[in-house]
């Protein structure tokens, strides 16, 4: 699809599932997010998706990660509500359906005054988020604090 924007932060983030099935998920900048998934393995069209949804646990979301945990559930990590949160929300059913927005980590507290959150990558390993952050205060500048962060939790 096309989308009409100066914005250049609705890249797509696209993941194949452990039962070969791929999803996609863009066009999303502090907006609602979009989803479309396969429903055949290794599909050879565009044909072979379903119709683009927008999970509602999803609003407000940029910079979407998948990830999969020991019993197949599908996450889907996002940047949210106005650049402050990291969320992630769930599907139990290959993408069909998807939980409210869980927040893994709130930018705001601390020494950040307008924090800019951005996801360095996810990996669920024996059902243990490990999730890297960057922390930007402000917006350019010499001036800008930066900081990186590491965040371990279990579900």
């Known amino acids: 699809g096309t989308i009409n924007t100066s914005d250049t932060h609705f890249a ?42 927008s999970p509602s646990g999803a609003s407000l979301a940029t910079y979407p990660i998948f990830a999969n945990d020991n019993e197949n559930r599908l996450y889907l990590f996002f940047r949210g509500n106005a650049i402050r949160y990291h969320s992630y929300i769930v599907s139990t059913d290959g993408g069909d359906s998807w939980s ?16 800019s959150a951005y996801c360095g990558g996810v990996i669920i390993w024996d059902n243990v988020i490990h999730y890297c952050v960057t922390c930007l205060d402000g917006y350019g500048g010499a001036n800008q604090a930066k900081a990186m962060g590491y965040i371990r939790g279990a579900f």
């Open 100 to 115: 409210a927005a869980t927040t893994v980590w709130d930018a705001q507290p601390g020494s950040f005054s307008n924090p």
């Open 12 to 53: 797509p983030s696209l993941w194949c599932d452990k039962a070969d099935k791929l999803h996609l998920a863009y066009g999303c900048h502090i907006s609602q997010m979009r989803y479309k998934h396969s429903h055949t393995l290794k599909p050879a069209s565009i044909a072979d998706w379903s119709t683009e949804d």
